[in-house]
T-cell receptor, first 111, second 113 residues
Framework: EDQVTQSPEALRLQEGESSSLNCSYTVSGLRGLFWYRQDPGKGPEFLFTLYSAGEEKEKERLKATLTKKESFLHITAPKPEDSATYLC????????????FGKGTKLTVNP | EPEVTQTPSHQVTQMGQEVILRCVPISNHLYFYWYRQILGQKVEFLVSFYNNEISEKSEIFDDQFSVERPDGSNFTLKIRSTKLEDSAMYFCASEPDSYNEQFFGPGTRLTVL
């Protein structure tokens, strides 16, 4: 069964304190891995797509990387407005179009 | 920037009642989805819709659920007889082509009393 596990479940950082969120996945094959940001009571907001091991994508203070078994979302010098839940999702191979989501990491950045 | 919209933002209903959740996907997108998220849990896939028919559905999507694209712009999810356990956030998503990023709407919070 396709599975996505994110860690930690929650992370508290001070403003400017860099860190990484982890997403490990077990799938029969990977078509793509996606990172989303979700604010309370809102829908997931697309951040990045990664397709192959070694690929990296960057956007402002965020950088996503991908290996054969996991992905990392690195947050450099975070600000309070980066506080949100970060979701990882995979598109498994095999013809399914659905996204399989992890439970997310709730990030809180204190000023 | 184009976005997915959903109405209503919050729906309260009595158990056994029918509800219809509405979505307007991004224009020119080809694939449409419904997901749900029970409070504190993962986002779960319900159904995908392409070329005016269901292309995939999960075990959650039983006979009580149906989807429609009645007029080429709206995309609806109907729950025929709601249960307490249907209480959740329901998200619509659309995708320009297969295996691309899916763009999500803001969600409808469904509360079944």
């Amino acid at each position: 069964e396709d599975q996505v596990t994110q860690s930690p479940e929650a992370l508290r950082l001070q403003e400017g304190e860099s860190s990484s969120l982890n997403c490990s996945y077990t799938v029969s094959g990977l078509r793509g891995l996606f990172w989303y940001r979700q604010d309370p009571g809102k829908g997931p907001e697309f951040l990045f797509t990664l397709y192959s091991a070694g690929e990296e994508k960057e956007k402002e203070r965020l950088k996503a990387t991908l290996t054969k078994k996991e992905s990392f979302l690195h947050i450099t010098a975070p600000k309070p407005e980066d506080s949100a839940t970060y979701l990882c999702a995979v598109h498994p191979q095999g013809g399914s179009e659905k996204l399989v989501f992890g439970k997310g990491t709730k990030l809180t950045v204190n000023p | 920037e184009p976005e997915v919209t959903q109405t209503p933002s919050h729906q309260v209903t009595q158990m056994g009642q029918e509800v219809i959740l509405r979505c307007v996907p991004i224009s020119n997108h080809l694939y449409f989805y419904w997901y749900r998220q029970i409070l504190g849990q993962k986002v779960e896939f319900l159904v995908s819709f392409y070329n005016n028919e269901i292309s995939e559905k999960s075990e959650i999507f039983d006979d009580q659920f149906s989807v429609e694209r009645p007029d080429g712009s709206n995309f609806t999810l109907k729950i025929r007889s709601t249960k307490l356990e249907d209480s959740a956030m329901y998200f619509c998503a659309s995708e320009p082509d297969s295996y691309n990023e899916q763009f999500f709407g803001p969600g409808t919070r469904l509360t079944v009393l």
